[in-house]
């Protein structure tokens, strides 16, 4: 279970950005009217607004201010829509206008690359790099023509330069990248971005980084935290629900070892009795008892630990082939060494807590009336 939690979280980390900074704001801007006159009467309809070139406004001194900032790694992106066409076919997309050398730091779509490379982009100004999904549906191969138009009219005659393959159907059909200067042409934004990809050292501190740099910057950005508070509220609930039935056996394995020194201390009573009229006190037999309920945790924790390693080592040779993957899967297996602590903290804790009431009652042996029994 903990593995399979920490690779989807990995999964998930490895292929967005840690944090977005997107040109938009986290509260609308209010009109100067309504801010002149904040109950005012009067409503001006059909006003036409005025239409301007979308992106972060000064991105070169931002962009400088966020890669000050230690820990991180920041790349700008011109993301819009265009409709590639190829031999009769349209098809919808995503250009994404990128810096080779910056997105190597952020992004893992070089790893993901089955075919060219970064490098063959950045020296190519008309190159463009699909996904395998994308290739498929259009025929495309290494070397191949496509024309790229965006909602302005512009058009653009691009060269495959590399194809990449994450796995995710929905990705690999549409998103494609060019470089920027490219991208910033075909759609009309000169010398504009509308995204800051992020990546931190520390991914577990995007929340509060993500909070730093919105207020420095003014425009919102997200951590994938909040992208992704949904999906992280369901592991937290399926912790919860493990931890529990966790538990549940736990104390299943303290009735047993309850019983167990019940019964020793019902063989042993005289024993006990004879000990408590040499001079033991009541707390000496509890702690005789409570020590081999200590005992019976540690050999039992060991034992358990033992065979749990083996048995996840076993787990770990498993292949699975999911349907319609085309790679096998390996069990997702997590080795940390904190999680045997928390289940040797576990057991030891049910084995002292399951030894105690049998020591207590031991404690409170009568000798007299016990040996008067053996007379």
Same mark, same amino acid.
């Given at each position: 279970?903990?593995?399979?939690?920490?690779?989807?979280?990995k999964?998930?980390?490895?292929?967005? /950005?840690h944090?977005? !900074?997107?040109?938009?704001?986290?509260? *609308? %801007? +209010?009109?100067p009217a309504? &801010?002149?006159? =904040?109950?005012?009467?009067?409503?001006v309809?059909?006003?036409? /607004?005025l239409?301007e !070139?979308?992106g972060?406004?000064?991105? *070169? %001194? +931002?962009?400088?201010f966020? &890669?000050?900032l =230690?820990?991180?790694?920041?790349?700008?992106?011109?993301?819009?829509?265009?409709?590639?066409?190829?031999?009769?076919?349209?098809?919808?997309?995503?250009?994404?206008g990128?810096?080779?050398?910056?997105?190597?730091?952020?992004?893992?779509?070089?790893?993901?690359?089955?075919?060219?490379?970064?490098?063959?982009l950045?020296?190519?100004?008309?190159?463009?790099?699909i996904?395998?999904g994308?290739?498929?549906?259009f025929?495309?191969?290494?070397g191949?023509?496509?024309?790229?138009?965006?909602p302005?009219?512009?058009?653009?005659?691009l060269?495959?330069?590399?194809?990449?393959?994450?796995?995710?159907?929905?990705?690999?059909e549409?998103q494609?990248?060019?470089?920027?200067?490219?991208?910033?042409?075909?759609?009309?934004?000169?010398n504009?971005?509308?995204?800051?990809?992020i990546?931190?050292?520390?991914?577990?501190?995007a929340?509060?980084?993500?909070?730093?740099?919105?207020?420095?910057v003014?425009?919102?950005?997200?951590?994938?935290?909040?992208?992704?508070?949904?999906?992280?509220?369901v592991?937290l609930?399926?912790?919860?629900?493990?931890?529990?039935?966790?538990s549940?056996?736990?104390?299943?394995?303290?009735?047993?070892i309850?019983?167990?020194?019940?019964?020793?201390?019902?063989?042993?009573?005289?024993?006990?009795?004879?000990?408590?009229?040499?001079?033991f006190?009541a707390?000496?037999?509890?702690?005789?008892?409570?020590?081999?309920?200590?005992?019976l945790?540690?050999?039992?924790?060991?034992?358990?630990v033992?065979?749990?390693?083996g048995?996840m080592?076993?787990?770990?040779?498993?292949?699975?082939?999911?349907?319609?993957?085309?790679?096998?899967?390996?069990?997702p297996?997590?080795?940390?060494?904190?999680?045997?602590?928390?289940?040797?903290?576990?057991?030891?804790?049910?084995?002292?807590?399951?030894a105690?009431?049998?020591?207590r009652?031991?404690?409170?042996?009568?000798?007299?009336?016990?040996?008067?029994?053996?007379?």
């Amino acid at each position: 279970m903990r593995g399979s939690e920490r690779d989807f979280i990995k999964r998930l980390i490895d292929n967005s /950005p840690h944090i977005t !900074v997107s040109d938009e704001y986290r509260k *609308a %801007q +209010k009109q100067p009217a309504a &801010e002149r006159w =904040p109950d005012g009467a009067v409503e001006v309809r059909r006003v036409k /607004p005025l239409t301007e !070139v979308r992106g972060i406004r000064g991105h *070169a %001194q +931002k962009l400088v201010f966020v &890669e000050s900032l =230690p820990g991180l790694r920041a790349a700008p992106v011109l993301m819009g829509s265009v409709v590639l066409t190829f031999a009769g076919r349209n098809e919808g997309v995503t250009l994404n206008g990128i810096i080779p050398a910056k997105m190597k730091g952020v992004s893992t779509i070089e790893e993901k690359l089955t075919q060219g490379s970064l490098e063959a982009l950045a020296a190519n100004p008309n190159g463009i790099v699909i996904g395998e999904g994308l290739a498929k549906k259009f025929g495309l191969s290494m070397g191949s023509v496509v024309n790229a138009a965006s909602p302005g009219g512009e058009v653009r005659t691009l060269k495959v330069v590399g194809i990449f393959r994450t796995g995710n159907a929905s990705y690999d059909e549409n998103q494609t990248f060019v470089l920027l200067k490219r991208a910033q042409g075909l759609l009309d934004r000169a010398n504009r971005v509308n995204r800051f990809i992020i990546q931190l050292d520390d991914p577990y501190a995007a929340r509060e980084v993500a909070a730093v740099i919105e207020r420095q910057v003014g425009y919102k950005a997200v951590s994938w935290q909040e992208s992704t508070e949904d999906l992280m509220s369901v592991l937290l609930v399926r912790n919860l629900i493990m931890y529990s039935v966790v538990s549940a056996i736990l104390v299943v394995a303290s009735f047993g070892i309850y019983n167990t020194i019940s019964t020793i201390v019902m063989e042993k009573i005289h024993d006990i009795a004879i000990l408590k009229s040499m001079g033991f006190h009541a707390r000496d037999i509890r702690r005789i008892f409570l020590a081999e309920g200590v005992i019976l945790g540690v050999l039992g924790s060991l034992f358990g630990v033992t065979l749990g390693m083996g048995l996840m080592w076993l787990l770990a040779q498993v292949e699975i082939k999911p349907p319609g993957a085309s790679d096998l899967v390996h069990l997702p297996i997590y080795w940390g060494w904190e999680q045997y602590l928390l289940a040797v903290g576990f057991a030891l804790a049910s084995a002292v807590g399951a030894a105690y009431l049998p020591a207590r009652k031991a404690g409170r042996v009568q000798p007299v009336a016990i040996l008067r029994g053996l007379a």
